[in-house]
């Protein structure tokens, strides 16, 4: 059985009053990424002979007559479509589409899926959600689907934990999945099922590839969500990262690698035998790790940098100690100001990630964030405002405070319609937030450094049609 896997456009999911807090073109040149969660699933459908398509609407482009005759030629039993929460909508209309005009059985999954399952699922264009982890349910769904209709499969998914479904109005929910324990286990993703060599991240080179190489994180930021991955952190091994990285650099030609873990250098043993491993199989490319500023000391920066790292980002959040503790950061000014200077040191350039728009959060605490950019020697930062997603405690307290009114993303799901974004500030106007984040966004370009660095990366004229669009964003763009 053929099986197509969709990735719904992330940019363009973002339009008719849902947003994210950031302008579409800054976001834009930051990097456009691979969906590593479709590649795992293809990876175990692959292993278990199944016949895969990935389809990445972010960086191919269909028009809707397009991707129906695309869908035809692949001549698939089954389609997967991942959803984010603010990729739901794209995601159901995509689902509308194929259903206007084939009949196939569609699989919804992703993080959305895990919080709302009812609600994703009432809709008639989404015959089945994975709720959890997906790789093994969705190998299972396949395997039944592969012999039977769906009609005739209802009593068979009633046996596939993790699944949501409907039959004659009735909507099922089994019983929870279990984590995958062993991460080893699964196979490489998928990823030469993609047009690699269209992706790209900040300040690596190309051709650019990313990495998850462990699961959950033991943070409790009251803006994240944990699903599904919780908080409980299971690694890949260090001999099997290795490998992939090999397998990359080696034989697909890549020459960075972002690592998009929350967790990359928590266990130090793992770093340590990942650098020699590296050495001795002579590995040579560039990569980007994203950690905590609470995590880093000299030495373990230096190891980074002999590995290759080339670029660290943090996730600071703000400059104000007030704020930091209403998120629950757990980390300190002295500590985010140590992370950079240590990572400059060792020649290793930072970016930081900053939001406006805080819980309680006024102009003088976002004034403090601005002070501690202008005295910490970032090489890169973004930031944007702060929307509250759903399975963060911060939403949850919302709705509990009676501060948001009803369950937004519970009635944008089941309506499928998209209306403006809740924010979780009320002490400032969205207008004076959006023009205190396009501040701190322009502010790289008033850095002779970031100038600079930015100046290295070029390497085509999409690079500098890239950046002169974000610094236009960041002077003239009040969208959310």
């Known amino acids: 059985m053929n099986i197509l896997l969709i990735a719904p456009s992330i940019r363009n999911s973002l339009s008719g009053g849902l947003n994210d807090g950031m302008p579409r073109s800054i976001s834009k040149n930051f990097g456009v990424y691979p969906h590593l969660g479709i590649c795992y699933i293809a990876a175990v459908l692959r292993k278990n002979n199944f016949e ?19 869908i035809r030629k692949i001549r698939p039993g089954l389609i997967g479509i991942s959803n984010m929460t603010f990729t739901f909508l794209q995601a159901l209309d995509l689902a509308k589409q194929i259903k206007s005009s084939l009949s196939i059985p569609i699989v919804f999954g992703g993080n959305h899926v895990s919080i709302y399952p009812r609600e994703v699922v009432s809709h008639d264009s989404v015959d089945i959600g994975v709720i959890g982890e997906g790789e093994v349910t969705f190998l299972e769904i396949a395997n039944l689907l ?72 033991p943070y409790d930021c009251s803006f994240c969500s944990k699903y599904p991955w919780g908080r409980n952190v299971r690694y890949n091994s260090a001999k099997r990262v290795v490998g992939e990285i090999e397998s990359l650099v080696k ?37 980007g790790i994203t950690t905590r500023v609470n995590t880093v000391n000299k030495e ?30 757990k980390i300190t000014i002295e500590q985010i100001k140590a992370a950079f200077k240590w990572a400059e040191e060792e020649g290793i350039n930072t970016v930081g990630f900053f ?9 003088k605490e976002i004034e403090n964030t601005i002070r501690l950019i202008k005295d910490t020697n970032v090489d890169y930062f973004i930031a944007n405002v702060l929307v509250p997603y759903p399975g963060s405690r911060l939403y949850d307290d919302m709705l509990k405070s009676g501060e948001m009114k009803e369950d937004y993303w519970r009635k944008l ?31 790289p370009y008033m850095r002779l450094k970031s100038n600079i660095l930015k100046f290295k990366k070029i390497r085509s004229l999409s690079d500098i ?16």
């Open 413 to 443: 799901t089941i309506e499928g319609k998209a209306k403006p974004t809740p924010l979780a500030n009320t002490k400032v106007s969205q207008g004076r937030l959006i023009g205190m984040r396009n501040c701190i966004n322009r502010m």
């Open 465 to 480: 049609k890239r950046s002169l669009n974000t610094f236009r964003a960041s002077c003239f763009d009040k969208s959310l």
């Open 251 to 287: 034989g697909m030609g890549i020459k960075a690698i972002d690592f998009f873990d929350d967790t990359f250098i928590f266990k130090k043993s793992r770093i340590e035998e990942m650098h020699d491993l590296i050495r001795e199989r002579k590995i040579e490319f560039e990569f």
């Open 52 to 70: 895969v398509r990935i389809i990445d609407l972010n960086v191919e482009k269909f028009s809707n007559n397009e991707l129906i005759d695309t």
């Open 146 to 217: 592969k012999d039977k209709r769906m009609e005739d499969s209802y009593l068979d998914l009633e046996k596939i934990k993790g699944v949501v479904f409907k039959i004659d109005g009735k909507i099922i929910v089994t019983e929870p999945r279990e984590f995958i324990s062993d991460l080893d286990e699964l196979p490489p993703p998928a990823v030469d099922l993609l047009k690699f060599k269209k992706y790209y991240g900040c300040n690596l080179a190309v051709p650019y590839m990313t990495m998850v190489t462990a699961r959950g994180c």
């Open 300 to 329: 373990i920066l230096k190891e980074l940098k002999s590995m290759g790292c080339k670029t660290i980002a943090y996730g600071v959040e703000s400059g104000d100690p007030g704020v930091l503790e209403r998120l629950d950061k």
């Open 355 to 363: 939001m406006v728009g805080n819980p309680m959060e006024t102009e």
